[in-house]
């Protein structure tokens, strides 16, 4: 970074993974100053993603662990549990656990409706 008069020779490929896979809801500046701060809190000349802020790292971790389902449950039952998880690791944020399992927040609160009854 020349503001900071610091270089750096690279970054590591899980940084960059999650670098891209962030959503980067302040965009470009966002992201600019992601950059920057990480360029100054490297030790040793590669970016790592220990030098990412914890929403980045948090991100790309906290969905990682899977859910096991048996084989023969009725489909149904799967929605269920896979939007429960989801709830579950976003703690209840519902915009967020809607993008994850690719389906909009109406269809969420929907599908969860209609396990209530």
């Known amino acids: ?5 610091k270089g750096i020779n690279g970054i590591e ?5 999650l670098l891209l896979s962030y959503e980067w809801p302040g ?4 992201l600019e100053n992601v950059i920057e701060r990480s360029v100054v809190l490297d030790r040793d ?4 993603s220990d030098d990412l802020p914890r929403e980045l790292t948090q ?3 906290q969905f990682a662990d899977s ?3 048996p084989l023969g449950t009725p489909l149904e039952e799967v929605e269920r549990i896979l939007m429960e998880e989801t709830l579950k690791r976003t703690r209840g944020d519902k915009g967020l656990a809607s993008k ?3 389906i909009s927040t109406r269809t969420l609160y929907r599908k969860m409706d209609r396990k209530e009854e």
């Open 1 to 5: 970074s020349k503001k900071n008069a």
């Open 13 to 17: 490929s899980k940084a960059m993974e």
């Open 27 to 30: 965009n470009v500046r966002e």
């Open 45 to 48: 000349g590669i970016v790592g």
């Open 59 to 61: 991100c790309g971790t």
């Open 67 to 69: 859910v096991t389902i």
């Open 100 to 102: 994850l399992l690719g």
